[in-house]
């Protein structure tokens, strides 16, 4: 017997495995699908997404040149460098090593946004893979039977609901082919609720499940605040919950010292984040900026629909049968949790809902089983006139095995629909292969390299809003406006630059702000070219001198000597 349960687990360990690879190459195909489109005389961006994802490949460039401190390169301000952002900066070595060893191997030193691209690549999709196994892992702190952690994962996963609007932090596989910090995130989200559990479920290992807290805690801390106050209000909700049902405190010290080891590591790395933004104005302005509070109330439903309202159906119908029982007491307490961050009225409102897919995935699994067990015998006691009284759960088990599977298929179909549709609407409906902010022309990157070889990062870039969204990737330089969050004072910069290169600024106007902003070099190409009528400049470009650098398509001028 002990055999047989040791091959189930090896053969559920497999199919998990190969399931998870199979997501993973969903997740790229995005990305595949628009190097597949990539012209001659082009270069990808690497992105579906690549207004937000340039500003993290950005991110990267710190790493990148062996630093461990990071600068905003979205912004004028000089600023002393912090540590933030160690994710993005952690890929950045790691793009550095990779970049060396492309070096060593063929001799000749490989393109900086292609290498740091591709490591990006990589870890997005070795983090899908991860966060399958993690969730696979967490599955089974809540069931023992292998088929139906097969089942959770998937749903958590993959599922999504049946309408069309869907957005990143509502949906995990739509978060592994967006960003892979949220991946990331995700991941020590699973372990975080996996641990909590495990420390009532398995007190004898309490200790290794408070430090694997405190380690989830740390690193969310760091990498995605936002998730900590959801799981730490969980983790709370079910300690005083297993205080009530067992009438006792003293069997629950184990589980009171791992939400606090979490929340003493999240805490640490929030609070440096908060001194940094209140000690630094450019931080206080991009956070004020940083709007990601609901467009309207109940809009976090509309992201869910129907995966939501079978994960409270599911919750409400285990806990009637055994509310007692941990496991369906605390998937219920962090779906309800979550649900009361998501509706508190602070500006990161959206963000704190990056979970809640993660657990109404396990709890419509868990549903499932108990669900059809009931049907079945209503059917049976029903149809069968000599069946008398409550029929036995034995004797239903072979007709539960006939119908599981179909069962289980079919609620994976009803969560499929959003998940299709994302997946369509970020790779076949989204790529252009002329679309510049998807792809630069040859003509642009000579100009970018030239701004690597020729410049110092820390000098200031004046392109179009567009084109300079990609100049810190690209060649590592600041630019004056790039980003609508990034950019302190973003309004006002980019109606700036909108001015400049649809000729309504002046001269005296635009040396004012070449001063003020410490502006080194006017980028001048196929974009801002667009703004002026029939070609012509906004003021006579002869005043600035001969360019620094033209290739016919691109001309850039030192504005400052």
């Known amino acids: 017997m002990k055999k047989s349960k040791t091959n189930i687990r090896r053969q559920g360990l497999l199919i998990a495995s190969l399931l998870a690879a199979v997501t993973s190459v969903i997740a790229a195909v995005p990305n595949w699908y628009g190097l597949l489109l990539t012209q001659e005389g082009y270069q990808y961006l690497w992105s579906p997404a690549p207004y937000d994802n340039n500003t993290y490949f950005a991110k990267m460039r710190p790493g990148y040149r062996g630093e461990w401190l990071t600068t905003n390169l979205y912004d004028t301000i000089d600023h002393e460098p912090v540590l933030m952002y160690p994710f993005h900066v952690v890929l950045g070595h790691g793009a550095r090593w990779y970049g060396q060893w492309l070096h060593w191997r063929t001799g000749e030193a490989p393109r900086t946004p292609q ?16 966060l399958f196994m993690t969730l696979y892992w967490l599955a089974g702190r809540l069931t023992c039977r292998t088929d139906k952690r097969l089942w959770m994962t998937l749903y958590a996963m993959i599922g999504g609901g049946i309408g069309t609007y869907a957005i990143s932090e509502s949906h995990c596989l739509l978060s592994c082919v967006m960003f892979p910090h949220f991946t990331f995130s995700l991941i020590f989200c699973a372990l975080t609720a996996g641990a909590f559990l495990s420390v009532v479920l398995r007190p004898d290992r309490w200790l290794r499940y408070t430090l694997l807290c405190a380690l989830s805690g740390f690193v969310l801390g760091w990498v995605h605040p936002f998730d900590v106050l959801p799981l730490g209000l969980a983790g709370l909700s ?28 999240g805490g640490g790395p929030i609070a440096y984040l908060l001194w940094v933004k209140q000690s630094h104005d450019m931080f206080q302005v991009i956070n004020a900026q940083n709007y990601l509070k609901w ?12 995966f939501l309202i079978l994960a409270l159906v599911a919750i409400g119908a285990l806990a009637r049968r055994n509310w007692r029982n941990p496991r369906i007491q605390f998937v219920g307490l962090w779906i309800l949790s979550i649900l009361i961050m998501v509706n508190i009225p602070v500006m990161f409102q959206r963000r704190m809902i990056e979970g809640l897919p993660i657990a109404l995935g396990m709890a419509v699994g868990l549903w499932v089983d108990p669900a059809l067990l009931g049907w079945i015998g209503r059917w049976r006691k029903g149809g069968k006139k000599e069946t008398t009284g409550r029929q036995s759960p034995v004797s239903r088990r072979p007709v539960i095995r006939r119908h599981q599977f179909l069962v289980y298929g079919c609620v994976l179909l009803l969560l499929l629909p959003r998940t299709l549709w994302s997946l369509y609407q970020y790779s076949f409906a989204l790529f252009d292969p002329k679309a510049p902010d998807h792809y630069v022309h040859f003509s642009e990157l000579e100009a970018m390299d030239w701004l690597a070889e020729h410049t110092n990062w820390r000098d200031t870039i004046w392109a179009s809003m567009d084109r300079a969204n990609a100049i810190p990737y690209l060649t590592g330089n ?58 012509a400049p906004p003021f006579g470009y002869d005043q600035l ?3 620094a650098f033209t290739n016919g398509f691109v001309e850039i001028f030192r504005l400052r000597r």
């Open 115 to 130: 290498v740091l691209a591709l490591i990006y690549d990589r870890a997005r999709v070795g983090l899908t893979f991860a």
């Open 238 to 265: 079910f300690l005083l919950v297993r205080w009530i049902t067992t009438g006792s405190f003293r069997s629950l010290w184990k589980l009171l010292t791992a939400g606090l080891a979490f929340g003493i590591a």
């Open 295 to 306: 467009d309207y109330f109940g809009q976090w439903a509309v992201a869910l629909d129907i």
């Open 478 to 535: 600041r630019v004056l406006y790039g980003h609508n969050v990034e950019t302190s004072f973003s309004q006002q910069k980019r109606l700036f630059t909108g001015n400049l290169f649809s000729g309504q600024m002046t001269w005296k106007e635009f040396q004012k702000h070449v001063d003020t902003f410490a502006v080194d070099y006017l980028y001048v190409g196929p974009l801002e070219k667009q703004f002026h009528q029939r070609g």
């Open 545 to 547: 001198g001969r360019p």
